[in-house]
């Protein structure tokens, strides 16, 4: 049996435990499920006792498979929100990510010279992603809490008896001064909160001693604290030097790529976080992505990988639709909760799979936008993949030739759980450098960018833009 490392990656529809071996090798896993609450308010929201148990259970799953377990370390969805009381247990529920309630507390920040200076400060665009806001959404309805965390930091509390955060998750927030990795006062009035009312700061390389009892691994091992899922998947796929991006795409998806320092663009298009050990990563996130697969297997009856198989005998360009996939809203790099989906070009010989092509080719000409925002700021060559919509051959071709770059797709589609593992064996000393991450992770499939299809995307991508603004101008 291998001595590992068991990442708990606290995602948006289930918690999943890896056992990492030295070498980034996943030996061991478990995943349980739970759902999203959501209402036509806008609310997404967990509840905090299910994703700890399912946390739990995934924990003694894995321990349950002999290995040596050398610590713990934790990752999981960026910008959630749990109010807890004197006990530090929850009085509210877990806000996710897709909380969009917040709306008016955008609309007071957002373009003002205070929300812009704010975004360079903190690396956080003023959404309603954010915890900033959800905070003040919070406060103008008077409604206060003993103490204010993420959800990973309410797990971390669970396992440590400690309620710590650390400058990964916490350059999320909106609330971090990204200069001085201290919290930010200006931001602090905008949310109504100080200081006393967040956990502690910490390095994500820092380490709490285990006090939850789980078979199989001892009191007192070390838990590290960890970082965010997205700054974790640029090291669980090994783009952490200069020119290589990370794409990761599940439910939503993501595009980063690794600095030395902190920064953002002069547009307020990109965001940027820690990932410790003085990496950064500069990128946007998208709100829908196969997310929009999802909606059209259920929308029109159709088993998703039947429909995908269609969708991929459609020809480049959806025979003639364009899609503006926001069932989410959308992030980068518009930043607009209040964005809606549209299907531009539908006549009545298309279908489900030309619809559903059309959604597909729309979140990778998003992701596409945002690759063009971080190139104002970065140069990027290369890009590494994870996430379940990889699953999907059809994903993975639009996405290369939307990028106009080769897509290297990790060996599996954990990337985030295997950052964090990268994460905690550098903590214990075994991993002398977060840059060797680009060594040990090889990505094992390569999909190559059609020439033609690239030129297809990107003479049409200009009319994406185009079409947002002509229906934002419409609200």
Known sequence: MADVVLAIDLGTTATKVIAVDRNAGVVASAEHGYPMRTTPSGEATHDPAQVWDAAV?????????????????????????????????????????????????????????????????TGTPVHTMSP???????AARGFTAAKWCGLKDYVTHRLTGVLATEHSSA???????????????????????????????????????????????PLGTPVVLGGGDGPMANLGVGAVVPGVAA????????????????????????????????????????????????????????????????AARVPVGASGITALPYLLGERA???????????????????????????IEGVAQQLALV??????????????ATGGAFRSDLWATVLAATLGLPLEIAEDSEG?????????????????????????????KRIEADPAAVEHYARTRPLVAKLYRALHELR
Do not use: Q
């Open 416 to 444: 985030s759980g295997v950052g964090a593992g990268l994460l905690a064996w550098h903590a214990l000393g075994d991993l002398p450098d977060l840059t060797e991450a680009s060594r040990l992770i090889r990505p094992t």
């Open 371 to 384: 690759l063009d925002a971080v190139r104002s700021v970065a140069d990027v060559n290369a890009v590494r």
């Open 132 to 138: 900033l806001v959800k905070l003040a959404w919070f």
């Open 333 to 359: 790099p518009w930043w607009d909760p209040d964005a809606s989906s549209a299907l531009i070009g539908v006549r009545r010989d298309h279908g489900r799979a030309e619809i559903t092509r059309a959604l």
């Open 247 to 310: 794409v990761s795409l599940g439910t939503s998806g993501a595009l980063r790529v690794v600095r030395d320092r902190p920064a953002v663009d002069e547009d307020g298009r990109v965001f940027c976080y820690a990932i410790g050990g003085g990496l950064w990563v500069l990128g946007g996130a998208v709100s829908n992505g196969g997310v929009v697969a999802r909606w059209a297997s259920e929308t029109f009856s159709a088993d998703l990988p039947t429909l995908l198989d269609e």
């Open 171 to 217: 350059s999320a927030t909106g609330l971090l001064d990204l200069a001085s990795l201290s919290w930010h006062p200006d931001a602090l009035a905008f949310a109504g909160v100080t200081t006393a009312d967040l956990p502690d700061l910490h390095a994500p390389t820092d380490a709490l001693p285990l006090t939850f009892d789980i078979p199989g691994i």
């Open 57 to 121: 259970r995934a924990l003694r799953e894995v321990a349950s498979t002999g290995h040596t377990v050398r610590a713990l370390s934790l990752t999981g969805a960026m910008h959630t929100l749990v109010g807890l009381d004197a006990s530090l247990s929850p009085v509210t529920p877990s806000l996710s990510w897709a909380d969009n309630r917040a709306v008016a507390e955008v609309a007071r920040l957002r373009g003002t010279p205070a929300g812009i200076a704010l975004h360079r400060a």
